[in-house]
C-alpha cells in the first residue's frame, strides 16, 4: 500500500470515529500501542488537540485509527527529549492515560493534527514491542470512592476555590461551565490540576496517586497556592502598573499576543521559526550565506503566516540550508582501481582514459586543482554520456546529468529572481542540492543543441559555468550568493562541435571520439552488448550463443553506423526471436552464426557500395565525413553536347558546388599535361551528379574526387574500383588537408576499400588510426592533383 493510500484509509476511518457514540463503553484491549508525550501530562477527562510529527507516532495513529482507535498516553520523563530518534521505554513513567482518537488531519510539510481524549487511568505492566513504536500491556487503574460528607465538602471547596481563581486569571468561562457540570470527583480534580500551571514533574506526580481523598486533598493545597500566587500577583502589577514604560507594555502585549495565537491553535509558525533557527545553527555556511539567513530568519518573523511572501521567505531559506555550500564527498584517487573501472565499462577509447587517468594523477599530487572541463564529440552512440557515468565511478564521485537539448531560456541556468510568483534556482543550483555534495561529476548532454530566443541565451550563461578562473563564485538569480562551482567536474557532450559558440568552446578541453571499427564493435557486442541483451531477455549462455562471424556479419551487413545502438537492437532481435523459440516448445542452445542469420534479422540491408555501382569512366570514390560517422561518396560526371555549361546535382551546398567550379577550371587550365583536347570545353556540356540527392551535402573534401571524375570522363581512363580519395584542391592543384580522417578511413574499410588517397598534410591524423583497422589498407599521401591523378587512373 502507498503512503497516499495508506494516508485515506487512515483519514477514513478517523472520520468514522468523530461520531462515536461513548468511546468509555469500548472493551480495552490487554495490549496497547504506547504514545510518548513530551513536555506535559494528560489527566482522565480531558480533550486536547496534539500535533504528531515522529514518522513512529503517524504509524502508531494510523494502525490505532484502523482498529479500535484505543491507545495509551505516558509522559516523558525528560522534557525537550522529542527530537532523539528513538524513545526507550525506560524514559517513560509507568503511569498515564487511556486514549481515544476522535479526528485526524494531515497538515502541511506530513504532520498530523489529531484529537485526542483521555478516557480512563492505566498503569504499564510490560512492554511487548518496541519496533517500529511502543506496544505494552496495560492495566486500567479503577476510579471509584465511596460518597460522604468529607468528598462532598472537598467536591465543593474545589468548584468554589476554582471560580475563585478564574475570575483572578481571567479563565475561560467555559471552564468554570465544564467544572460545574462534573459530577465525578476525580475528573474534577484532574480539570483542576490542569489549570494550575504546575511543572510535568509536579503534574505527573499527581497523576500517580490513587484515585481517593488523598488525590483531592492534594489538588485543594496546589489550589490554594495557586489562588494565592495569583493573587500576589494582582498586587505587585497594581503597584508597579504606573510606572509601566513603552518596552515593558510592548512586551506585555507580545505575550498576550503569543498566547491568543496559541489558544487559536497558530503556534506552528513558531515551531517553524524555531526549525529554521535550529537548522541555521547545525547547518555549516559560508559566512555570506549565514548572513543572508540570520537576515531572512528576522524577516520572516515579522511576516504573517497567512502572508503570501511568508511562503516564499520559508521556501528561499530551506533552500539555503539544503545547499551543500561546504560538503563534499571524498575523491577516490586509485589509479589502477580507476582503470579497471573504465575499462570495465568500455572497451578501447584509450586517449579519453588516458585523459582521466592524468587527471587523477595530478590530482592526487595537488589536492585543491579546479576540476577540468572535458568536451566529449562524436557521433551517436559511441558512449560519451556512459562514459561519464564510468568516470564519476571510478572516482567515487556523485554522478548528475542534465541535457541542455532544445534549452532556450537563460533562466534554465541561472534562475529566476525571487519577485517572480513559482521561481526556482537553475538546474545547476536543483541538481547540486540533489547531489548532496559540492563537488559531483556534472554531465551536460548535448551541448551543441542548446537554443537562443527572446528569453536569452542560455550558452552566453553557461560561460561563467564552465570558467574555473570564474566559477568559484557563481552567481544565480534565486540565490544572490555566489556559489563555489570550481570543485565541480564538468563534462559536456556534442555530436558537431561547429555548433558550440566560439567562446564556450574555448573554455573546454574538446576530446574527439571517433566511430567503432569493426573489431571494437565486434568485442563491445560480446563484452557488453550481448550480456546486457541476454539479461533482459531472461536467457542464458546455455540457451543462445552467437558466433564471432554471425556477428561481424550484422555488423558488415544489417548496420551501417559509428556507434553500436542498431547493432545493439539488432541483438535484441535476435534474442526475441530465441525466447519465442523456447517458449513454443524448443530446448537446447541455439547456435546463431553468419548462415542462419537471415532467420532472425530478414535479408541482409546493406551490401558494399562499390558493387552496387555500374563502373566506367566518370565515376570516382569520394570520402565525407557525416555526424554519425564517415560515408562513401560517389562523384559520378557525364558529358554531351552543349555549350560549355556546367550542371551540378545532388543536393549540393555551396562550398561543394565551388569546388567543382575550381575542379572544372584546375582541367581547362591544364588541359594539355591531362591529356584533355583544349577545343573540347566550347563543344560539350558536363553534368556533376552525386547520388542520394534528398541527402544535403557540402565541405571542400570532394574536391580532390571531382577532379578525378572528371577527367575521368575526359580521357577515358577508369578510376580503380579499390580506391578512395579525399581532400580540398586549389586552382593550383594543391592538395590541402581536410578534417574527419579516421571517420572517412573507418567507412572506407567497411566498404572494402584497399587503398586510400590522403593529403600528404594529414599523415598526422593516419598516425592516430588504430593498427587493426590500418592492416591491410595502403595509404598514398600526396602533395598535389597531378600525383593522385597518376594513383587513381588507369595507365591506359
Not at 537553475?426 to 559540492?438: D, P, T, V
Request: glycine share 8%; aromatic share 6%; hydrophobic share 40%.
Amino acid at each position: 500500500m502507498s503512503e497516499d493510500d495508506r494516508l485515506q484509509d487512515t483519514e477514513g476511518a478517523a472520520k468514522k470515529a468523530e461520531h462515536h457514540s461513548d468511546p468509555a463503553t469500548l472493551p480495552v484491549p490487554e495490549i496497547l500501542p504506547v504514545l510518548p508525550l513530551h513536555g506535559f501530562v494528560f489527566f482522565p477527562g480531558m480533550g486536547f488537540p496534539m500535533n504528531i510529527l515522529h514518522p513512529a507516532s503517524q504509524q502508531l495513529i494510523d494502525d490505532a485509527i484502523l482498529k479500535d482507535r484505543l491507545l495509551a498516553i505516558v509522559s516523558h520523563k525528560k522534557a525537550g527529549e522529542e527530537k532523539q530518534e528513538r524513545v526507550e521505554p525506560q524514559h517513560l513513567y509507568r503511569v498515564g492515560v487511556l486514549g481515544y482518537i476522535h479526528k485526524l488531519v494531515k497538515v502541511r510539510e506530513g504532520g498530523y493534527h489529531v484529537l485526542i481524549s483521555a478516557i480512563k487511568k492505566l498503569e504499564l505492566v510490560e512492554y511487548v514491542q518496541e519496533e517500529p513504536y511502543l506496544k505494552a500491556r496495560v492495566a486500567i487503574v479503577p476510579m471509584a470512592i465511596e460518597e460522604d460528607k468529607e468528598v462532598e465538602a472537598l467536591e465543593l471547596n474545589l468548584r468554589t476555590q476554582f471560580k475563585k481563581l478564574a475570575d483572578l486569571v481571567l479563565l475561560p468561562s467555559e471552564l468554570v461551565t465544564t467544572i460545574d457540570s462534573l459530577s465525578d470527583p476525580f475528573y474534577i480534580s484532574y480539570l483542576v490540576i490542569s489549570q494550575l500551571n504546575l511543572t510535568p514533574v509536579e503534574e505527573q506526580a499527581l497523576l500517580e496517586i490513587g484515585p481517593g481523598k488523598e488525590l483531592m486533598h492534594r489538588t485543594a493545597r496546589e489550589l490554594n497556592k495557586r489562588i494565592e500566587t495569583a493573587e500576589m500577583s494582582q498586587e505587585i502589577q497594581k503597584s508597579i502598573k504606573e510606572d509601566t514604560d513603552d518596552k515593558q507594555r510592548e512586551f506585555f502585549l507580545r505575550q498576550q499576543l503569543k498566547a491568543i495565537r496559541k489558544e487559536l491553535g497558530e503556534e506552528e509558525e513558531n515551531l517553524d521559526l524555531k526549525e529554521l533557527r535550529e537548522k541555521l545553527a547545525e547547518t555549516e555556511l559560508p559566512e555570506e550565506a549565514k548572513k543572508t539567513a540570520e537576515k531572512e530568519l528576522d524577516r520572516l518573523a515579522r511576516i504573517s503566516p497567512s502572508s503570501p511572501e511568508y511562503t516564499v521567505s520559508r521556501t528561499y531559506l530551506d533552500w539555503l540550508f539544503d545547499l551543500p555550500w561546504l560538503k563534499s564527498t571524498p575523491d577516490s584517487l586509485d589509479i589502477v582501481k580507476a582503470q579497471q573501472v573504465m575499462d570495465e565499462d568500455h572497451y578501447g577509447l584509450d586517449e579519453i582514459k588516458k585523459r582521466i587517468i592524468e587527471f587523477l594523477a595530478v590530482r592526487k599530487l595537488k589536492q585543491d586543482m579546479h576540476g577540468p572541463i572535458l568536451c566529449f564529440v562524436g557521433p551517436p552512440g559511441v558512449g560519451k554520456t556512459s562514459l561519464g557515468q564510468s568516470i564519476a565511478r571510478s572516482m567515487d564521485r556523485k554522478f548528475i546529468r542534465i541535457s541542455l537539448g532544445g534549452v532556450r531560456d537563460e533562466a534554465e541556468i541561472r534562475g529566476h529572481r525571487r519577485t517572480y510568483i513559482g521561481a526556482l534556482p537553475g538546474r545547476i543550483i536543483q541538481s547540486l542540492r540533489k547531489a548532496g555534495a559540492n563537488n559531483p561529476l556534472f554531465m551536460l548532454d548535448e551541448i551543441d543543441k542548446l537554443g537562443m530566443d527572446f528569453r536569452g541565451d542560455p550558452s552566453s550563461a553557461l560561460l561563467e559555468v564552465l570558467d574555473p578562473e570564474q566559477n568559484f563564485s557563481f552567481a544565480d538569480h534565486y540565490l544572490e550568493i555566489p556559489f563555489d562551482l570550481s570543485r565541480v567536474m564538468f563534462i559536456t557532450t556534442a555530436n558537431i562541435i561547429d555548433n558550440i559558440p566560439g567562446p564556450l568552446r574555448d573554455r573546454m578541453e574538446v576530446i574527439e571520439l571517433s566511430g567503432y571499427t569493426h573489431e571494437e564493435k565486434l568485442n563491445i557486442a560480446k563484452r557488453h552488448l550481448l550480456p546486457k541483451q541476454l539479461e533482459a531477455h531472461a536467457l542464458s549462455d546455455d540457451d543462445l550463443k552467437i558466433e564471432d562471424q554471425g556477428i561481424r556479419m550484422i555488423i558488415r551487413s544489417y548496420t551501417r553506423e559509428a556507434g553500436v545502438r542498431n547493432l545493439e537492437r539488432k541483438l535484441a532481435a535476435i534474442c526475441r526471436g530465441v525466447a519465442k523459440e523456447i517458449v513454443t516448445g524448443k530446448t537446447g542452445t541455439t547456435v546463431v552464426d553468419a548462415d542462419n542469420l537471415v532467420t532472425y534479422l530478414g535479408p541482409i540491408q546493406f551490401f558494399p557500395e562499390t558493387k552496387a555501382r555500374t563502373w566506367g569512366p566518370g565515376l570516382a570514390t569520394g570520402l565525407a565525413w557525416t555526424p554519425v560517422g564517415g560515408e562513401l561518396l560517389f562523384i559520378e560526371a557525364a558529358k554531351m553536347k552543349g555549350k560549355g555549361n556546367l550542371t551540378l546535382t545532388g543536393k549540393l551546398g555551396e562550398v561543394m558546388k565551388e569546388s567543382a567550379t575550381a575542379a572544372l577550371t584546375y582541367i581547362r587550365s591544364h588541359a594539355k599535361d591531362l591529356g584533355v583536347e583544349e577545343g573540347m570545353f566550347a563543344k560539350i556540356d558536363l553534368h556533376i551528379h552525386v547520388p542520394e540527392g534528398a541527402i544535403p551535402k557540402d565541405g571542400p573534401s570532394a574536391g580532390v574526387a571531382m577532379v578525378t571524375a572528371l577527367v575521368s570522363l575526359l580521357t577515358g581512363r577508369t578510376v580503380s574500383k579499390d580506391m578512395a580519395m579525399t581532400g580540398e584542391i586549389t586552382l593550383r592543384g594543391d592538395v590541402l588537408p581536410v578534417g574527419g580522417v579516421k571517420e572517412k578511413v573507418l567507412a572506407a574499410v567497411r566498404a572494402g576499400i584497399k587503398e586510400i588517397v590522403l593529403p600528404a598534410l594529414n599523415e598526422k591524423d593516419v598516425v592516430e588510426i588504430p593498427d587493426n583497422v590500418k592492416e591491410g589498407v595502403r595509404f598514398h599521401l600526396v602533395q598535389d592533383i597531378k600525383e593522385a591523378l597518376g594513383l587513381l587512373l588507369d595507365k591506359e
